[in-house]
């Protein structure tokens, strides 16, 4: 009787996961590189941050962990910055290393952050133990919310992140409200 050969290889998912990091890697290169007008480096940073959110996402899943994103307004001279956090097994948040560390965003571009239609207030004090603003759930749901990024230099065309009803992270661009 012949001896079966077990094959190796990567799974589907694996593969998957390796070529979204790249994707991500390659928009975060083509973020550093700048040169492009206001308008194109607000979708180009709309675009990298959808990609690490779905990334995150799909990290919850995977992980069987919930992931929360982060961030922190602009003080005096320093850009806005986000992060990432994960639940940890004493259902704790700790920061998270890469491909989900800290980033920072161009310094024109700010954010705002709806939660289940309300704003979500930037500027309260932080608690001693950090927590998420928006959290995406090992289920692959995440809140309802809609994230907006706005350029300092453009009157319209602001960027929206959101989630749909089957936890997709979508993005769109939409004229500004006057």
Do not use: C
Not at 111 to 121: A, H, V
Request: glycine share 8%; charged share 20%.
């Amino acid at each position: 009787m012949p001896e079966r050969v077990k094959l190796k290889g990567f799974s589907l998912i694996e593969l998957l996961v390796v070529i979204f990091i790249m994707g991500l890697m390659i928009g975060l290169v083509s973020l550093s590189i700048g040169g492009d007008g206001p308008a194109e480096r607000l979708r180009n940073t709309a675009g990298s941050l959808t990609n690490v959110m779905t990334l995150a996402s799909e990290d919850a899943v995977l992980s069987g962990r919930s992931i929360g994103f982060a961030f922190q307004p602009a003080v005096l001279d320093e850009a806005w910055s986000f992060y990432w956090l994960a639940l940890n097994e004493e259902g704790e948040w700790e920061r998270q290393e890469a491909p989900l560390q800290e980033q920072y965003l161009p310094r024109d571009i700010s954010l705002e952050l709806q939660l289940d239609g309300e704003r979500f207030d930037s500027s309260a004090p932080k608690a001693a133990n950090e927590s998420p603003a928006l959290i995406f759930y090992p289920s692959g749901d995440a809140q309802s919310f809609i994230l907006t990024l706005h350029h300092a230099d453009l009157d319209r065309g602001d960027q929206h992140i959101g989630s749909s009803l089957a936890g997709q992270i979508l993005w769109r661009e939409r004229p500004r409200a006057q």
